[in-house]
C-alpha cells in the first residue's frame, strides 16, 4: 500500500457541476483546504455531454424552424448548401473545450487543488487516484464528497452496442439520414426534435401511449399531438428485440408496436438510447468505506446531503433524487456553507421542493410543482381548483391552420386561499418564462397574486395572469 502523499480538509470525488460547486465554495469562500478529483473532462455530463451542447443544438434546430416558418412572414428564403452539421459540430467542440479550460481556472482561482484521475475509497477517510499518467496518489481527507454523477444505459438485447447513446449523440460528424430514437423521457424527446428540424427522418420509440410520463397529462398529450402533427414518427406500446448489422452504413431494428405486434423491421443509420442513467459507482469503492445504495445502485443521502458514513457526502444525478445540474450546484454550495462556513449555516440545506424543470422539446415544456393528479391525491379532490388554457400564440397568426403549433398553459391551486402548487406550461418561451414564474410559486404565491399583475401584451406569458 502507497504511503499517504496529500492530505486535505475536503476531497471531492467527481468534477461536474455539483462538485465543483461544493469544493470552490469551500476552499474560495470557507478556506478550507480542498482537493477535486476528475477522470474525464472538468464540468461533468451538463458541460461535456448534456445541457451545454444540447441548448446550442437546440439552437440550430430551432433556426432551421424559423427559416422554414419564415415565408409565411413574406421572406422568400432560398436554401443554397444543406445544413453543414460537420462545422457546426466542430464549432460546438471548441465551445466545449473553451468551458472546460474556464471551470479549471476557476478552481486555479479559488485555490482548488486538481487532480486528472480516477478515485476509489480505501476506507472513510482515506483515497486512491489513479493519475492520467498512470501513477498513483493516496489522499487522506477529513471530509468526503462523493458526486461522481452518471451514465447512460443500454439495453441487453442482441446488437444494442450498435447504437448509441446520447454521450455518442455529440461525437456524431454528420447528421443521419434515419433516426431511431428509445425512450420516453426529456433526453429522448428533446434529441428526437432536434433531429427533426435539422432534416433527419425521425422515429421515436415509447413503451407506453405518451412520453414526458412524469408531467401533467396535458403536457404528455399536447407535446405528444404536436410531434406527430410536425411529421415525427411516434412508435407506442413499442419493444425492439434485436439490431442487426445490414451494410457498412446501415442497420436494422426488430421491433414490436401498436400498429405493428407482431413484429417489423426498420432500416436506420443511427440508433439512440435514451432509456434512462445509472450512478457512476462501479469502481468507487463503496463497500470499503461502508457507505450504503438503494436497489438501482444510487448512493443514499438525506436532506443534507449525508451518506451513512458520518464524514462522507453526496448529491447529485449519483444519489438520484432531482437529476437537474442547478439542483445538483445549488445542494453543493449548501453543503459547503453548512460544513465550513460556520455556526450560521449549521442547519444549510437545499430545499427540493418546488424545482422548476424544463424541456427543450419543439415547442418547450416547463413545470413546476404539482401534477394535477398529484395535487388530488395530496390534498384531496374537493381542495384542489384547476385553472387551463390552450390557445394559438400570436407568432402563429400568419401562418396556415396546418402549420400552427399549440400553447397550453394550467395553474393547480388549493385550498380556499388558492394557493399555487403546479404551474404547467407548454409553448415558444416557455423556458424563460417559467424562471420568473417559478420564483412566485417558490415564494406560495395565490391564484389572486397572479390575477393583481398586470398582463404585458401581447405575450403569451399574459395568459398565466388572466386565467379564468
Keep these: ?251 436494422t431494428m426488430h421491433y414490436t408496436d401498436k400498429t405493428a405486434p407482431n413484429g417489423n423491421t426498420l432500416d436506420i443509420d443511427c440508433l439512440l438510447w435514451a432509456i434512462g442513467r445509472s450512478p457512476e459507482v462501479e469502481d468507487l469503492g463503496l463497500d470499503k468505506a461502508g457507505v450504503e445504495q438503494n436497489d438501482k445502485g444510487h448512493i443514499i443521502a438525506d436532506e443534507y446531503q449525508n451518506t451513512s458514513v458520518e464524514n462522507i457526502y453526496s448529491l447529485g444525478d449519483v444519489c438520484g433524487k432531482i437529476e437537474l445540474t442547478p439542483v445538483a450546484i445549488a445542494a453543493g454550495r449548501q453543503l459547503a456553507n453548512r460544513l465550513f462556513g460556520g455556526e450560521q449555516y449549521q442547519d444549510a440545506k437545499l430545499d427540493y421542493t418546488n424545482i422548476p424543470s424544463v424541456v427543450f422539446a419543439h415547442p418547450e415544456v416547463g413545470s413546476i410543482g404539482l401534477t394535477e393528479q398529484e395535487a388530488r391525491e395530496k390534498f384531496g379532490g374537493d381542495n384542489v381548483k384547476v385553472y387551463k388554457t390552450d390557445f394559438t400564440a400570436m407568432y402563429y397568426a400568419m401562418m396556415p391552420p396546418e402549420a400552427k403549433a399549440p400553447t397550453a398553459y394550467k395553474l393547480v391551486c388549493q385550498g380556499t386561499e388558492e394557493k399555487v402548487v403546479g404551474l404547467h406550461i407548454l409553448g415558444s418561451g416557455s423556458a424563460e418564462m417559467l424562471q420568473g414564474f417559478g420564483v412566485a410559486v417558490k415564494m406560495g404565491a395565490r391564484k389572486r397574486d397572479f390575477d393583481s399583475c398586470v398582463a404585458i401584451h401581447p405575450t403569451s406569458a399574459e395568459e398565466l395572469v388572466t386565467l379564468k
Excluded at 461525437?171 to 420516453?184: N, W
Design 1 to 251: 500500500m502507497a504511503p499517504i502523499s496529500k492530505e486535505c480538509d475536503f476531497l471531492v470525488i467527481g468534477g461536474g457541476s455539483g462538485g465543483l460547486a461544493c469544493a470552490r465554495r469551500a476552499s474560495g469562500q470557507w478556506g478550507a483546504k480542498t482537493i477535486a478529483v476528475e477522470s474525464n473532462r472538468l464540468g461533468g455530463t451538463c458541460v461535456n455531454v448534456g445541457c451545454v451542447p444540447k441548448k446550442v443544438t437546440w439552437n440550430a434546430a430551432a433556426i432551421a424552424e424559423t427559416l422554414h416558418e419564415a415565408a409565411s412572414y413574406g421572406f422568400q428564403i432560398k436554401q443554397t448548401a444543406p445544413f453543414d452539421f460537420k462545422t457546426f459540430k466542430h464549432k460546438r467542440d471548441d465551445y466545449i473545450k473553451r468551458l472546460n479550460g474556464i471551470y479549471e481556472r476557476n478552481l486555479e482561482k479559488d485555490h482548488v487543488e486538481y487532480l486528472h484521475g480516477r478515485a476509489q475509497l480505501l476506507s472513510k477517510n482515506e483515497v486512491e487516484v489513479v493519475l492520467h499518467n498512470g501513477s498513483k496518489e493516496k489522499i487522506r481527507a477529513k471530509k468526503i464528497l462523493l458526486a461522481t454523477g452518471g451514465h447512460p444505459n443500454i439495453p441487453k438485447i442482441p446488437g444494442a452496442e450498435m447504437g448509441i447513446t446520447s454521450d455518442g449523440f455529440f461525437d456524431l460528424e454528420t447528421l443521419p439520414k434515419r433516426v431511431a430514437l428509445v425512450g420516453a423521457g426529456y433526453i429522448a424527446v428533446e434529441m428526437a426534435g432536434m433531429f427533426h428540424h435539422l432534416g433527419s427522418e425521425t422515429h421515436l420509440f415509447i413503451r407506453h401511449e405518451t412520453f414526458l410520463r412524469p408531467f401533467d397529462p396535458m403536457i404528455q398529450d399536447t407535446i405528444v399531438k404536436e410531434y406527430e402533427r410536425q411529421g415525427i414518427h411516434i412508435h407506442r406500446n413499442s419493444s425492439q428485440s434485436k439490431i442487426e448489422q445490414k451494410d457498412d452504413k446501415w442497420m
